[in-house]
């Protein structure tokens, strides 16, 4: 019986990671350089989404909160206003919760001349 209960397991722990959602694309893109601080960040996921936190650093000013107003919702797409510091480097870090309860977190940077 307790070989049954591990198999019927085992063959089910592929579904539950297929499950989750992704980070498919970022605006500004992960890595790139620009020449403007943009006015938004855009985040999209592979399944729906609600984002709890996100955070931005900057190289010389820190981290801040940034808000996420009316974006605390499920959805697969969100736009993020962003302060801008100027030039330099940015790191965006987000958590959120899939429409499973499974906590997510993710990051990425990008750098304005």
């Known amino acids: 019986m307790k070989k049954i209960v591990t198999l019927i397991l085992l063959a089910a722990l592929p579904n539950f990671a297929l499950a989750h959602s992704k ?3 970022t605006t500004p893109a992960d890595g790139t350089t620009v020449t403007i601080v943009p006015a938004e960040i855009g985040l999209n996921f592979s399944k729906d989404i609600r984002l709890t ?8 000013h820190g981290a801040v909160r ?6 605390a919702r499920f959805a697969q797409k969100f736009k993020i206003p962003l302060p801008g510091n100027g030039a330099g480097t940015y790191v965006i870090e987000w958590r959120g919760l899939g429409e499973d309860g499974h906590a997510m977190q993710g990051a990425f940077t990008f750098t304005v001349e």
Do not use: N
Request: no cysteine.
């Open 23 to 25: 980070a498919t694309e």
């Open 66 to 71: 940034l808000d996420l107003g009316d974006q």
């Open 53 to 60: 936190r996100i955070e931005m650093a900057h190289e010389e």
